[in-house]
């Protein structure tokens, strides 16, 4: 239908690698791009490269089942995961482009009194944040989610804590979003630029090796999500990142029936319904270290398995597609925004199952952190030394097919 179309403009530049940049980020995923938007946004550093070996958004960011929510408990997650939540509520705007934000609620299901108490310590957590969270009994859930296996015996759903501004937002139009506004303001996205070593002298960063030749920086930044530890060893760091992958599933296009994001609490499956109709379900890791952003039956035999408990009439959908991606786990869960060892030289990683929510704030404190020398008060508690001295973790990693 568009071939008659003529003129169109590439949306953004495929400028040339410079010899010499003041800050590169390595990594054009969600992460990465909105670093590099948010340095030139909010501290007028234009002089920036994304280098990303295949092309923008070809890694997690166009991979995952697009949950944005806020409903976080520990203290440093609650009020980062808050401030990503209002950035997103402006980004449309910021942007000047649709990334089809959706606030249409996210309800996550409990089926014990032990899990109620659970998720009304955390529904006041969320209040005592500023958010939102609204507690279900079983006849809240079903007004909402009438499709649900009520009458199931095994585990019978006891309520939900609904969060109504959490919600799905379209993921490449995140990345094509950032890398839009950031070329706009001058940053050079570098495509089929791989990193393939990181230049450092007396401690301090000088720039990297690519597969288009060296290039010099004051700063570099590590934002690679799944890569992270073959990338920091680049460097001769070594982090306490797994890499694992998470699959997910959608089937063909089906008439609106789920217009919530819903999670099973005593299975691994969680589901939303994608504009086009799919319904787009996962679960959890396949629990192996692993590079292939592909997955193994036994995981998707699981999810199925959740999927027919919780909702039996989601065995008349075909699924159509599945899919993996690299996971960064952090051994408590929560992320890292920090300086290394080597002067110059930045890490973003451990965004675990789910660092698309967190794509603007980790952007903006990321940013921070390299225009200013400090942690942008959001972000302070993801320091990387909490894994060797054992202060400040954060073991959030959730409960079940909560934690996208
Ligand atoms: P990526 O997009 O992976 O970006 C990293 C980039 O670095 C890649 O493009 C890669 O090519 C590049 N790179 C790697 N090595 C090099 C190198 N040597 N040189 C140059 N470039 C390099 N999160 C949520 O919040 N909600 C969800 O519902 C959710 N669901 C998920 C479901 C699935 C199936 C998956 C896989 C993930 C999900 N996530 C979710 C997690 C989320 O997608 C990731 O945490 C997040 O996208 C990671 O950050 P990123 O976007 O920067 O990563």
């Known amino acids: 239908g568009l071939t008659g179309n003529r003129g169109w403009r590439p949306v953004w530049r495929e400028p040339e690698p410079k010899a010499r940049y003041k800050v ?13 938007y948010y340095l030139a946004r909010n501290h007028g550093i234009t002089d920036v490269a994304v280098l990303e070996k295949g092309w923008l958004g070809s890694g997690n960011i166009g991979r ?6 806020a409903n976080y408990f520990l203290p440093g997650n609650s009020e980062f995961y ?17 990334v089809m934000h959706s606030q249409r609620g996210l309800i996550n299901l409990f089926h014990s009194d032990g899990q109620r108490d659970a998720f009304v310590r955390r529904g006041n957590a969320m209040a005592a944040q500023g958010d939102d969270a609204v507690l279900l009994d079983r006849e809240g859930v079903r007004g909402l989610l009438p499709y649900l296996d009520f009458e199931q015996a095994r585990f019978p759903i006891h309520g ?11 993921h490449d139009a995140v990345a094509w979003g950032y890398a839009r506004a950031a070329d706009a303001r001058g940053v050079d996205l570098i495509q089929n630029c791989g990193v393939t070593g990181i230049r450092v002298e007396n401690g301090r960063v000088r720039g990297v090796e690519t597969t288009r030749g060296p290039i010099e920086a004051e700063s570099v930044a590590i934002v690679v999500a799944g890569r992270t530890s073959q990338v920091a060893a680049m460097a001769g760091l070594r982090v306490p990142i797994e890499s694992h ?17 819903v999670s099973f609490g005593m299975g691994h499956f969680y589901i939303s319904q994608s504009d086009k109709g799919g319904l787009v379900f996962g679960g959890d890791l ?3 270290p692993s590079y292939a952003q592909r997955g193994n039956l036994p995981m998707a035999e699981h999810v199925m398995e959740a999927a027919m408990t919780l909702m039996p009439v989601i065995g008349r959908a075909k699924v159509v597609r599945s899919w993996g991606g690299i996971m960064d786990m952090s051994p408590d869960g929560s992320p890292v925004i920090d300086r290394t060892d080597v002067e110059g030289l930045f890490l973003n990683c451990g965004w675990n199952y789910g660092g698309f929510k967190a794509v603007p704030a980790s952007g903006w404190a990321l940013a921070h952190l390299i225009a200013t020398g400090a942690p942008h008060e ?13 202060r400040g973790l954060m073991d959030e990693e959730g409960t079940g097919a909560q934690h996208h």
């Open 24 to 36: 590169l980020v390595i990594g054009g995923g969600g992460h990465g791009l909105s670093t590099a």
């Open 286 to 288: 396949d629990f192996h």
């Open 64 to 69: 995952n089942t697009t949950i944005v929510r």
């Open 378 to 390: 959001s972000a302070a508690r993801f320091r990387l030394d909490r894994f060797r001295t054992g």
């Open 245 to 261: 992958v998470l699959q997910a599933f959608v089937t063909e296009g089906l008439k609106p029936v789920i217009d919530h994001v």
């Open 82 to 98: 808050s401030h990503s939540l209002k950035l997103w509520e402006g980004l449309e705007g910021e942007l000047g482009y649709n």
């Open 160 to 170: 939900g804590l609904l969060h109504p501004r959490g919600g799905t937002a379209r």
